[in-house]
């Protein structure tokens, strides 16, 4: 009879997908609730969008405890930031705070996927995308976690950018007007819902804009 070995790992995946989509005086960023290990779903209603600044917004997908202590991290670097210049973090500003802390653990990484979202300091859309050890681009739109691989062929089919090797550089955000980016990030979770089973149950807009951050829900399917 063969040894079984037990076997421990830090890390779990606990699914769920985020999509972010920037235009050219908005950014919308969206996630569903359901967090899940295995073929268990531990939680219906877990938020997995965070405010980090007036104009800045974090949705995390991956091990949502190594995102909590992310979160935890880059609140108190912001704090700090505020009480060092009087001002809040601008969203850039915060993308790279992020790229920095994610590398700085590199060796034992945070293994959270993330997408940041905000307005940049000429008040339009940016989206900053990750990896788990900080590599990090700006782009006009991204997603994240479980359903990523579904929805990002589609978001390519309907946004795809201009390739950032042409010149003269183009901008990265997206030509739809705010209510039809967030009709298409509706369709985008309706259709990954179908595909995917750890996303799902509720999904979770946040939309930036110069009036300030506004939140709309959406209920997916709950099997």
């Not at 531990?42 to 997995?48: F, G, V």
């Not at 859309?125 to 990896?131: E, I, L, Q, S």
């Not at 990002?152 to 950032?164: A, G, I, V």
């Not at 089973?197 to 999904?203: A, E, H, K, M, V």
Request: proline fraction near 4%.
């Amino acid at each position: 009879m063969t040894k079984q070995q037990a076997n421990w790992s830090p890390y779990d995946n606990n699914g769920g997908t985020c999509v972010a989509v920037a235009g050219a005086d908005y950014c919308v960023i969206a996630a569903d609730t359901r967090m899940s290990t295995g073929y268990n779903i531990l939680t219906r209603d877990y938020s997995k969008i965070i405010k980090l600044a007036d104009k800045c917004v974090l949705a995390s997908s991956g091990f949502q405890a190594d995102v909590r202590a992310l979160q935890k991290v880059l609140a108190a670097r912001h704090l700090i930031y505020q009480h060092q210049h009087n001002k809040q973090v601008s969203c850039p500003a915060m993308g790279q705070l992020l790229s920095n802390t994610l590398y700085y653990k590199r060796f034992f990484p945070y293994y959270s996927f993330n997408v940041l979202g905000g307005l940049d300091n000429e008040g339009k859309g940016c989206v900053f995308t990750y990896d788990a050890v900080g590599s990090y681009e700006r782009v006009g739109y991204s997603s994240q976690g479980s359903g990523s691989t579904l929805i990002m062929p589609f978001l390519d089919n309907q946004l795809k950018s201009p390739s950032p090797l042409l010149l003269p550089a183009k901008d990265a955000v997206t030509p739809l007007s705010e209510s039809e980016a967030i009709d298409l990030v509706k369709t985008c979770f309706a259709s990954a819902t179908e595909r995917d089973i750890y996303t799902g149950d509720r999904l979770e807009i946040v939309v930036l804009n110069a009036d300030g951050i506004r939140r709309e829900e959406m209920d997916l399917r709950k099997d």
